[in-house]
């Protein structure tokens, strides 16, 4: 999606990933596979090109910085590292005076019974590094899955997060350019299933003070992070009303699926505005052009694609996986919502 975003502002890309298959080869002008270890594939890459950036926030940070001596990269090795380790990750986030889940880092099982005790239970044991979707986490429900919860992520480094009861999930897609130039797309309601994002709203049902909250964290997270193109940042919306706290969740250095609803109803979608900062164009306007839900096709939802392909209003985006598997991302729809429709997220 941002090589087709490039390419319609006129530029070329040239796509480095370690899979051979990669979807954005279909889409984009030329290709390196090769291993993100592989320093003589980097150099040749880097001066193949006139800036990089990435998708997907594993990019190694030791890659990142063969590149950097070759290229500009955006966003930077720095920002990349903070957000791959979920206890630096929080530990910025605290820095900035934002509110976070309480957490404790924890190196073996007396470590997390002690924690246990102080956090409370439920709580949540994360590997530092490279969860997504649910992956590297368990619930810990009594001090007797202590071993099980030990076991099962098997000695990685790890945080235990106390349980926060949330009343939503909310995300908000902002982009940095490099003159310090800031947007964000409306505050997004997002609504997980297993673990994986299964839905977003747009406009979320939060009250005005809690949207200008959480935009003027993700503001801060960017400026923080000297944070250069699209990232996302993720809240726990804990209270109702007048009462409602912003708690953040984490931060993703990358465009995000809950912005993928910019695409068809935001002037400027997540994946231009990222290529704009990058290339250190002007940013474009962010501004959402009507209500809308997103929907995941996970797994064996893409089996209703052509359903989908029947609805003269849903938006379809199949991503051109050549193999399905349960919990895989394969595509999403975008659908206005209507006035009257109260119901959310529904099933297609
Ligand atoms: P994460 O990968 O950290 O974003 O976690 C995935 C999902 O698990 C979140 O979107 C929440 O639905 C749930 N979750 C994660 N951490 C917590 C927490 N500390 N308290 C409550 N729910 C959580």
Redesign the pocket.
């Given at each position: 999606m941002l090589a087709i975003a490039a390419a319609r502002l006129g530029f070329r890309c040239h796509i480095f990933s370690p899979e051979a298959e990669s979807p954005a080869f279909d889409v984009a002008a030329e290709r390196t596979i090769a291993d993100y270890a592989d320093d003589t594939a980097l150099v040749h890459f880097a001066k193949a090109v006139s800036v990089v950036t990435l998708e997907f926030e594993n990019v190694p940070v030791s890659t990142l910085k063969v590149l950097e001596r070759h290229v500009p990269v955006a966003p930077g090795p720095s920002a990349l590292a903070i957000a791959q380790d979920?206890l630096s990750e929080k530990e910025f986030v605290a820095s900035l005076g934002l509110e976070t889940?309480?957490?404790r880092c924890v190196n073996d099982p007396a470590d997390l019974e002690r924690a246990l005790s102080e956090l409370g239970i439920?709580?949540?044991l994360?590997t530092r590094r490279l969860?997504?979707?649910?992956?590297?986490?368990f619930?810990v429900n009594s001090a007797s899955e202590v071993p099980t919860a030990w076991t099962a992520l098997q000695g990685a480094p790890v945080i235990l997060?106390?349980?926060?009861?949330?009343s939503r999930?909310v995300s908000v897609i902002a982009t940095r350019a490099s003159s310090g130039a800031f947007t964000a797309f409306d505050v997004t309601e997002?609504e997980?299933r297993n673990?994986i994002?299964a839905c977003s709203v747009v406009p979320a049902r939060i009250g005005a003070p809690a949207a200008k909250a959480a935009m003027d964290a993700a503001h801060r997270i960017g400026e923080g992070l000297g944070y250069v193109g699209t990232y996302a940042v993720?809240f726990?919306v804990v209270g109702d009303g007048s009462d409602e706290r912003m708690i953040v969740?984490?931060i993703a250095p990358r465009v995000h699926n809950s912005g993928h609803w910019t695409l068809d109803a935001a002037i400027t979608c997540q994946f231009e505005q990222h290529i704009r900062a990058v290339a250190g164009w002007p940013l474009g306007n962010p501004m959402r052009r009507f209500d809308c839900e997103m929907l995941n096709l996970v797994g064996e939802d893409i089996g209703a694609w052509s359903e989908l392909a029947r609805q003269p209003s849903t938006k379809i985006h199949l991503y051109g996986k050549r193999e399905m598997r349960p919990g895989r991302k394969m595509g999403h729809v975008t659908r206005p919502l209507l006035r009257q429709e109260q119901t959310r997220c529904r099933d297609f």
């Amino acid at each position: 999606m941002l090589a087709i975003a490039a390419a319609r502002l006129g530029f070329r890309c040239h796509i480095f990933s370690p899979e051979a298959e990669s979807p954005a080869f279909d889409v984009a002008a030329e290709r390196t596979i090769a291993d993100y270890a592989d320093d003589t594939a980097l150099v040749h890459f880097a001066k193949a090109v006139s800036v990089v950036t990435l998708e997907f926030e594993n990019v190694p940070v030791s890659t990142l910085k063969v590149l950097e001596r070759h290229v500009p990269v955006a966003p930077g090795p720095s920002a990349l590292a903070i957000a791959q380790d979920r206890l630096s990750e929080k530990e910025f986030v605290a820095s900035l005076g934002l509110e976070t889940a309480p957490y404790r880092c924890v190196n073996d099982p007396a470590d997390l019974e002690r924690a246990l005790s102080e956090l409370g239970i439920p709580a949540i044991l994360k590997t530092r590094r490279l969860g997504y979707d649910g992956k590297g986490q368990f619930k810990v429900n009594s001090a007797s899955e202590v071993p099980t919860a030990w076991t099962a992520l098997q000695g990685a480094p790890v945080i235990l997060e106390g349980f926060v009861p949330f009343s939503r999930e909310v995300s908000v897609i902002a982009t940095r350019a490099s003159s310090g130039a800031f947007t964000a797309f409306d505050v997004t309601e997002n609504e997980h299933r297993n673990h994986i994002l299964a839905c977003s709203v747009v406009p979320a049902r939060i009250g005005a003070p809690a949207a200008k909250a959480a935009m003027d964290a993700a503001h801060r997270i960017g400026e923080g992070l000297g944070y250069v193109g699209t990232y996302a940042v993720e809240f726990f919306v804990v209270g109702d009303g007048s009462d409602e706290r912003m708690i953040v969740n984490e931060i993703a250095p990358r465009v995000h699926n809950s912005g993928h609803w910019t695409l068809d109803a935001a002037i400027t979608c997540q994946f231009e505005q990222h290529i704009r900062a990058v290339a250190g164009w002007p940013l474009g306007n962010p501004m959402r052009r009507f209500d809308c839900e997103m929907l995941n096709l996970v797994g064996e939802d893409i089996g209703a694609w052509s359903e989908l392909a029947r609805q003269p209003s849903t938006k379809i985006h199949l991503y051109g996986k050549r193999e399905m598997r349960p919990g895989r991302k394969m595509g999403h729809v975008t659908r206005p919502l209507l006035r009257q429709e109260q119901t959310r997220c529904r099933d297609f």
